[in-house]
């Protein structure tokens, strides 16, 4: 769930029938205290706490607006919390900003996203279904960042050997990245978008879906999204936003569609079991191809919106 959704879902919070009524009542008690004057007049005090409740109720939704729309860190930190009844919750479970091998130029920033379940579910389905999925996203973290690391330590010694000083390798800035997305969430589905990168001699970046039905405990494919006939509307939508994107902007390639353009054998024919994609706020599935799978490296990741 995104941060908009989280601050549609606080404006949505009714307002408790009772409050209006209050204060009709502390207003209707300060204005006889002071017009009635064959009456007592009730020391100021007595009434000091209504005045009191109003004012610290009214600074308490005046601060969570204003951290709201002023606080970007507020704000991220809201786009990570799902709202409150879901079955599962996502948080970061591993996170560690450190130089890597006493290499000061070689910075590791590095988030692992944990998927808790709500302690009052009882389907150990569920429990056992986030269990696995966390072990893979951490397993997919670790050998990442460690292969990462080898080839840091490849370019390291290939660097110094063939005439490279250690002055010359610590003015190189390398950055080894995982970071996490929830794309979808609620009480049933939770997609899940971990992405990995490391600069250094080149780019090189990893994209990995997690899509999951944490009510059976089964991973959410694009059958269960779109339908029996998933392929066939998958293809379509795919080809024709291809078509589309090509007539409109010559600077759209994609490998066998263009007029001229070589690697026919990569151009997109269909989608497999393999494919992946995730689900956007709407719920609609986004079919992802990696960077050079169906376009030249320039052209990035290619996503395509399915319409059922």
């Not at 996203?137 to 660097?159: G, T």
């Not at 979808?184 to 490391?198: P, R, T």
Request: aromatic share 12%; with cysteine.
């Amino acid at each position: 769930m995104d941060f908009n959704e989280s601050r549609k879902a606080y404006n949505q919070i009714p307002i408790p029938s009772t409050l209006n009524r209050k204060v009709e009542e502390a207003i209707n008690m300060a204005k006889k205290s002071k017009t009635t004057s064959d009456r007592k007049v009730v020391p100021f005090k007595r009434h000091k706490w209504l005045y009191s409740v109003a004012g610290v109720a009214a600074a308490l939704v005046l601060a969570f607006v204003v951290s709201v729309n002023a606080s970007t860190a507020f704000a991220a930190t809201l786009s990570k919390v799902p709202i409150i009844g879901n079955l599962v919750t996502v948080v970061t479970g591993v996170n560690y900003t450190q130089n890597y091998n006493n290499n000061s130029n070689v910075n590791m920033d590095v988030n692992v996203p944990q998927i808790n379940v709500d302690p009052t579910v009882t389907d150990k389905v569920t429990t056992v279904t986030a269990e696995q999925v966390n072990a893979q996203i951490k397993s997919a973290v670790d050998e990442y960042v460690a292969e990462q690391q080898k080839a840091v330590d490849e370019y390291k010694q290939a660097f110094l050997a063939t005439g490279g000083t250690i002055d010359e390798w610590n003015a190189r800035q390398i950055d080894i990245k995982a970071d996490y997305e929830i794309k979808y969430q609620n009480n049933q589905y939770l997609s899940l978008y971990l992405y990995m990168s490391m600069s250094a001699f080149a780019y090189t970046q990893e994209n990995k879906y997690y899509n999951y039905n944490f009510a059976t405990g089964k991973e959410l494919t694009l059958k269960d999204v779109l339908g029996d006939d998933y392929i066939n509307i998958a293809n379509k939508s795919i080809i024709s936003q291809i078509e589309e994107q090509i007539a409109s902007d010559p600077n759209k390639i994609y490998f066998g569609y263009n007029s001229g353009s070589s690697m026919d054998d990569a151009k997109f024919k269909t989608i497999t079991d393999d494919t992946k994609f995730y689900l956007n706020a709407d719920g609609k599935p986004v079919v992802c191809f990696a960077k050079y799978e169906i376009a030249p490296g320039y052209m990035g990741v290619c996503e395509f919106v399915i319409e059922k």
